[in-house]
Structures are given as structure tokens and as C-alpha cells.
Nanobody, 121 residues
């Protein structure tokens, strides 16, 4: 199973972003999708996860109320949407897949290569 993220880039503070995660080599409907972020100089952090029944689980309080994950199984693609971006949201965003949601990075079976998001103050 391969995951490819897209949609990163430079965003102004207060703006929004939409990241895509396209799955190949397997069916998205069989996997939970969790997004992780690694900010400069910090450890990788689990942000949230979308279960197989499309229930959203929040891991990071820092994105509470500003983040959502969705999936389109027909397109084998999942999406992360965030709004009201802050400088602290800067980092590399990773899409991950596994049968069960977990905030622990080592529980995730498959990882994308990551996409850089930079929020300008």
C-alpha cells in the first residue's frame, strides 16, 4: 500500500488548507486514516484519525475545532482540512493508514512521504 500526500505549500496565518492523501495498492475503505505532523525541532505528533465508520477522533488539542478528515472511497482518497491556520501549524504533514486508529506513530502501518506546510505570520 502506498500513500501520496499533496496540497501543501505556503499559507498565510488565518487561512485554510486542504491536503489530499491518495491510496494505491489497496482499498481505502479497509483502512483508518490518521494525520501526523512534525514541526521543526519537535517530535512527530498525531493530529486526528478517521475510523472505518467515519467517526472522527481528535488527538491534538491544538487543532480542535479547526480540523476535519474526510474520505472518498471511490477515489481512494482522504482529505485533511484545516482552517484558521497559525504559525504553530507549520510542519511536515503525514498521511498514515492502518486497520485501527491510534495516535502512536509506531502503530501506523503505512506512511506517505509527507508534505510541507508553512504558515506565514
Amino acid at each position: 500500500v502506498q500513500l501520496v500526500e499533496s496540497g501543501g505549500g505556503l499559507v498565510q496565518a488565518g487561512g485554510s488548507l486542504s491536503l489530499s492523501c491518495t491510496v494505491s495498492g489497496g482499498a481505502l475503505e479497509h483502512y483508518t486514516i490518521a494525520w501526523f505532523r512534525q514541526a521543526p525541532g519537535k517530535e512527530r505528533e498525531g493530529l486526528s484519525c478517521l475510523r472505518l465508520d467515519d467517526v472522527y477522533i481528535l488527538y491534538a488539542d491544538s487543532v480542535a475545532g479547526r480540523s476535519a478528515i474526510s474520505r472518498d472511497n471511490a477515489r481512494n482518497t482522504s482529505y485533511l482540512a484545516m482552517n484558521n491556520l497559525r504559525y504553530a501549524d507549520t510542519g511536515v504533514y503525514y498521511c498514515t493508514a492502518a486497520p485501527i486508529c491510534s495516535r502512536r506513530w509506531y502503530d501506523r502501518d503505512f506512511w506517505g512521504q509527507g508534505t510541507q506546510v508553512t504558515v506565514s505570520a
